[in-house]
């Protein structure tokens, strides 16, 4: 008798790292394959993105109450890797209405949900940011101390807090700025390097900040980091305890991510002004230098994240021979 598929929920499926997962693990083929289900929030979910991860079950589910994931033990089941993508995630939001960023970007429903289950034996796959550093040095390692400065990176670090206390098998990514391809649905969020590019194009002078610096990384290689640490929990069946950084290699500030757009594109470089951060109010305290160490990534799971480079020519499509 063939063994069971194993069952994988992306919560927050419908975002843009969530559809990205989605499409990686419908891609799966021989043992490898899953049952998959995805959260959303929206009255309906997107049908190009359903049709083009098909076979999938999309439940509508309300993070702040809980309201939804009865109707996922009933018809899917308790998955054994759960993703969780959903946060709010735009500072200055978090910034004006604290309590709503709370209720979303602290899982408790979906921790009460899973510790419904009398097997409490999944693995929680969660998104954190490398917003929970102060942002006073550069490459923060995992055991550095967690000072956030703004409201959105207190709720994600009451997060972790939240999981570590109550769940025995978890890892926990903290996320730098991912960027890629635009996703099968397309995202209502302003891209990154697609924003980059638009603007250059239009041959407008932009300002970037030259002293707000990140490791951004290529949304692949996230996924590839999901994928690896759900391979790793359904071979070896082993519970984990992981925080992890996940970031790409380069230490970029936004006006280096600019030069390189424009490099790769050819466009002028003379369009991108460098500026301080501090010139601009933009109504929320925002972390100078967030860079992060990665080497447990690298050493744990044996992924190298690909260039910041390497990443914006996959993004915009453009060989090393153009």
Not at 95 to 106: F, G, K, Q, V, Y
Not at 112 to 130: G, V, Y
Not at 149 to 165: D, P, Q
């Amino acid at each position: 008798m063939a063994e069971a598929r194993k069952r994988v929920l992306v919560v927050g499926g419908s975002g843009y790292l969530g559809q990205h997962l989605l499409q990686r693990f419908s891609r799966a083929s021989g043992s490898e394959r899953c049952d998959l289900a995805f959260t959303h929030h929206r009255p309906s979910p997107p049908a190009e993105l359903v049709d083009a991860v098909s076979p999938v079950l999309p439940f509508r589910v309300d993070l702040r109450t809980g309201d939804g994931f009865d109707a996922i033990s009933t018809a899917f089941g308790q998955p054994d890797v759960v993703v969780n993508c959903a946060a709010l995630s735009v500072p200055r939001t978090c910034e004006m209405d604290p309590a709503a960023a709370m209720s979303i970007n602290l899982p408790s429903s979906l921790v009460n949900w899973l510790q419904s289950f009398k097997d409490n034996n999944s693995l929680l796959i969660h998104l954190s940011t490398d917003q929970v550093y102060e942002g006073v040095r550069s490459f923060y390692k995992e055991d550095d101390e967690a000072l956030p400065v703004n409201m959105y990176g207190k709720t994600k670090i009451a997060a972790e807090k939240h999981i570590i206390a109550n769940c025995s098998n978890y890892a926990i990514l903290r996320s730098s700025i991912i960027y890629g391809p635009q996703t099968i649905s397309p995202v209502s969020k302003s891209l990154p390097i697609q924003w980059i590019d638009s603007v250059l194009k239009q041959g407008q002078e932009v300002e970037f900040f030259h002293d707000e610096l990140r490791c951004p990384v290529y949304v692949k290689d996230v996924v590839d980091v999901i994928i690896a640490l759900s391979k790793k929990w359904i071979s070896d069946g082993k519970q984990m305890q992981l925080l992890l950084n996940v970031g790409g290699p380069n230490r970029v500030s936004r006006f280096q991510m600019a030069e390189t757009v424009a490099r790769i594109r050819g466009y002028n470089h003379s369009l991108i002004k460098s500026v301080s951060a501090s010139s601009v109010n933009r109504g929320v305290i925002s972390p100078a230098d967030i860079s992060m160490d990665i080497s447990i990534l690298i050493r744990v799971l044996g992924i190298n994240p690909c260039s910041f480079e390497d990443g914006v020519r996959s993004t915009l499509e453009i060989s090393d021979s153009s």
